[in-house]
């Protein structure tokens, strides 16, 4: 029997880096996730946004900003390619004059690709796809552990009256049971707010609530010790706001507020996450027109790589 051939990225010296496929690392691509043990999918949507948009140009940026990308985790010894089969699916049909239908459609197309044995890295988007996202996995795997990085709680019960936005995936998640809520962490919350209750009402049912006042200045390892001895083998979901970073870092988002993480704090927390039964991620918030410099999407893609090196199966040197 052969040894199984996985996909690779499109080094720098086979074609030069502004150039080639459009794809997340310049991987190959397929329409479908049969035969990946994980996928890059996008979804171009910020039909949900409450302040600046842009959103739905995130994927497109993130995965042009990629071709910088290498194959090898320097850092980690992580070596993705030879471990495990990798490509990108392409994006999320959403209808774009309907946030209510859109969320359907990204649940019906997660459902198709967790119809495999795939675990699925998203390029955001505003953080309304979490929800969709989240409703997918738990048809699968049950209610799930969540590390939640952000500057926002995203738990209000509604936005100018609505239920769906990117103020209140976490709210739905509860609400639909989606959620194992003493394994749910969220890190990097900071900014004003309208009262107290934003942040409290999830120390109230149980989450774990680590505002950015208490990383600042720590490195988030031995927070991080935490998260993986409390959430143990449970399956676990990771979503990654960008604004999590302070604006200096990523000015590239719809809602940034100061005082936020460094990147290299983002790094621990995601490499923290190593060892656990990680079924998805994603990272959102990514508004290219606010940043030119592409530095905001290029965060983006290599903490999505990131993600993509902390998966179950992967090689560590």
């Not at 993705?80 to 459609?105: E, M, W």
């Not at 976490?170 to 934003?198: C, H, M, W």
């Amino acid at each position: 029997m052969s040894e199984q051939k996985f996909n690779q990225p499109l080094g720098g010296n086979e074609m030069p880096r502004f150039a080639g496929p459009g794809t997340m690392m310049r991987l190959p691509t397929q329409p479908t996730a049969e035969g990946l043990d994980a996928c890059f999918v996008g979804i171009p949507l910020d039909v949900g946004t409450s302040n600046r948009p842009g959103t739905r140009l995130g994927p497109r940026q993130i995965r042009q900003e990629s071709c910088m990308l290498r194959p090898y985790n320097m850092a980690t010894g992580a070596a993705p390619f030879d471990s495990i089969q990798v490509a990108d699916i392409g994006d999320v049909p959403i209808n774009t004059f309907d946030l209510k239908k859109s969320v359907d459609i990204i649940t019906a197309f997660y459902d198709d690709i967790l119809k495999h044995p795939c675990i699925p890295l998203t390029l955001g988007g505003d953080h309304t796809l979490t929800y969709p996202i989240l409703r997918a996995i738990a048809k699968k795997h049950g209610p799930v552990a969540l590390i939640h990085i952000d500057a926002h709680a995203d738990i209000n019960d509604e936005m100018f009256g609505e239920k769906i936005a990117h103020g209140t995936p976490f709210r739905r998640a509860y609400d639909d049971g989606l959620l194992q809520n003493d394994k749910v962490f969220q890190i990097g919350l900071r900014g004003t707010g309208y009262s107290p209750e934003d942040f409290n009402w999830a120390r109230g049912k149980g989450w774990t609530v680590v505002q950015a006042e208490d990383c600042w200045g720590k490195s988030m390892k031995p927070l991080m010790e935490e998260v993986r001895a409390k959430i143990g083998d449970a399956p676990v979901y990771l979503t990654y706001d960008i604004d999590s970073l302070d604006p200096a870092f990523a000015p590239g988002t719809g809602t940034v507020e100061i005082g936020g993480l460094t990147t290299w704090q983002a790094l621990e927390i995601i490499r923290g996450c190593a060892g656990l039964n990680l079924v998805g991620g994603d990272l959102v918030e990514v508004s290219p027109p606010f940043d030119p410099s592409g530095n905001t999407a290029l965060i983006g893609a290599n903490l999505l790589y990131e993600m993509l090196c902390v998966l179950p199966g992967v090689k560590r040197g």
